[in-house]
């Protein structure tokens, strides 16, 4: 079934999430519910506090690869990278964000076994941010503070539980260009 995301602005996605303590069967249709969701929208992750549920459980599919991600850590993180990443959260933006190239993460799957898996690229990538969720941290946490304030128009309509207009781009374009033409 389809859940809601919740967007930035909504606190619970500000908070830490509470380990699984058992996978039961409202934990697996909690995952297929998941799963339904982030592919409806066209995500390749979704952590449980984006559709309401505070605890340590996210799902990613990329390449055609569905992983099921629960009271996961990370063991190493290796490289860097700067990389444009979205969110279903935050609905409308994109933004560069620096993270490992690669990482080695542990967790639960869906019948309790535990694995690890080594990531790179885009898995990598899906795994640190969905993991950022599960601590009550958003994307846009990760980027500067100068380009926040570069940006800070769009996170308060979306804070604001606003969408953004595809014509901000250009409304936030012509206010950088003022911006520099008045410093100079």
Sequence with gaps: M???IHRIGEELLRKESEPVKEIN?????????????????NGVGLAAPQIGQNIRLFVIDVDNNPLVFINPRIKKMTGKETAEEGCLSVPGLRECV???TRVTAEAFD???HSFEIKAE???ARAIQHELDHLDG???????SK????QIRYKLEQLEAGKDLPEELDEVEEETQEEEVSQTA
């Design 137 to 143: 941290v958003l994307f846009v946490d990760r980027i």
């Design 110 to 112: 869906i019948d309790g």
């Design 146 to 149: 100068s380009r926040k304030n």
């Design 25 to 41: 069967d409202s934990i697996k249709n909690l995952v297929k519910d998941m799963f339904e969701t982030m592919h409806e929208a």
């Design 121 to 123: 690229g885009l898995a």
């Design 2 to 4: 389809l859940q809601k």
């Design 98 to 100: 620096q993270r490992a």
